[in-house]
């Protein structure tokens, strides 16, 4: 495929849905419920998709989400309908895939054919399935304090991201709803964690600076930038992705110009105080930006020395606790001080992407 024909997923799906998919549903599934929905994972469901994208695990697709009731048979069904009656394009991109010889579980879009088998894309499943599968429990309801903590917010963006086509039941638009953003004291503990991750380095960039290590000073600074584009996409409202996608989520939030330069002046200064003082005037505005949310007293967000040592930091700590100490719901308190969410304190994709481990951090979590 070229980048001429390149069209966003999203819009590639939607054209597949009622092009495509929704006149062999009104023959073939007519009377049953169905939702149909571009979402889980992949660049397109967030928006992210380019013509890079197009070399594997792209091109029409979707997800039919069925009833409980009959759904064996329902799913077996359509699905051989779907493999015989989908026309062979939509938008000129083949609407069948094979697996790449080399790689398998990875596919890309294929004619008619070829070696090996062919399979379309529409995945069949129901609405409790994908909440097991993606949030580890069947419903948003279902969800407890520590439940929200096992979620990676790149997890909790596929759920939420890409498009609803139809829905005719309405369970995976409320699903999707309740799963928008975090309950407020979930959100005052993710926030705190956020703040507490900064406090625990903020004075090293000088400190390292001190003794001649740059490199250890530059690479403080930039986790630190990382955990700056956390926190205002925290702020924000705003689920982050995985490190893939991350700065291109940053650069959509609102305050992204405005600590944007503070932090490229971070990136490539040439001494630690110049470093320093990016990093710093970046947390004052978040500091104050904090403020603005409401969700705790205010604190004064002006840089100030750290202790009687030359180096400057917005004493990150009183966020953490202020924010803690606004917290209210018992579960929420009950969870570890300032620790966060799964993805607040792993850095490891197969360990984020790891159900089990996800459900053991959930069930040490429950237990305080």
């Known amino acids: 495929m070229t980048s001429e024909k390149f069209i966003p997923g999203r819009e590639l799906s939607v054209r597949f849905y009622t092009e495509a998919v929704r006149p062999i549903l009104d023959v ?20 992210f998709d380019t013509p890079r994208s197009m070399d594997h695990d792209w091109g029409p697709r979707l997800t039919l989400f069925l009833p409980e009731a009959g759904f064996e048979a329902d799913a077996a ?24 010889a ?27 399935a994908f909440l097991r599968e993606t949030i580890g429990v069947p419903a948003a309801d279902d969800l407890d304090a520590a ?56 004075p090293f960039v000088g400190r390292a600076g001190e003794v001649d290590d740059d ?7 930039m986790s630190m930038v990382r955990d700056i584009m956390h926190l205002a996409a925290l702020q924000e409202r705003r689920y982050a992705p995985y490190s893939k996608w991350l700065g291109t989520a940053f650069s959509r939030l609102e305050v992204a110009g405005e600590i944007d330069p503070l932090l490229d002046s ?41 202790f009687d040592r030359p180096f400057m930091v917005v004493d990150a700590e009183r966020f953490a606790n202020a924010l803690d100490e606004a917290i209210t719901d ?36 429950g237990d305080g």
């Open 77 to 100: 069904r359509l699905d051989e309908m779907l493999l015989r009656d989908l026309p062979d394009t939509v938008a000129g991109f083949p609407t069948r895939f094979r697996e790449f």
């Open 147 to 202: 439940s929200w903590m096992a979620i990676p917010g790149q997890v909790l963006l596929e759920v939420t991201g890409g498009a609803v086509f139809h829905d005719e039941p309405g369970d995976l638009t409320a699903a999707r709803g309740a799963l928008a953003w975090y309950p407020d004291d979930v959100w005052r503990y993710r926030l705190a964690a956020a703040w507490k991750r900064i406090a625990q380095v903020e």
């Open 330 to 365: 018992p579960a929420v308190k009950a969870l570890p001080r300032h620790l966060g969410g799964i993805d607040q304190f792993v850095d490891s994709t197969d360990a984020l992407v790891s159900r089990e481990l996800r459900d053991a951090i959930r069930t040490w979590m």
């Open 266 to 306: 971070a990136r490539f200064a040439r001494s630690w105080s110049e470093r320093e003082r990016g990093i710093v005037e970046a947390l004052a505005i978040l500091g104050t930006r904090q403020n603005d949310l409401g969700l705790s007293v205010a604190v004064d967000p002006t840089p100030r020395p750290f």
């Open 215 to 221: 490199l250890g000073s530059h690479v403080i600074a």
């Open 28 to 47: 073939h599934a007519a009377g049953i419920p169905y939702a149909a929905a571009l979402v889980g994972p992949g660049s397109d469901v967030l928006g």
């Open 102 to 128: 080399n790689d398998p579980g990875i596919v890309h879009m294929a004619t008619r054919g070829g070696e090996g088998p062919l399979a379309h894309r529409v995945r069949i499943t129901t609405v409790p």
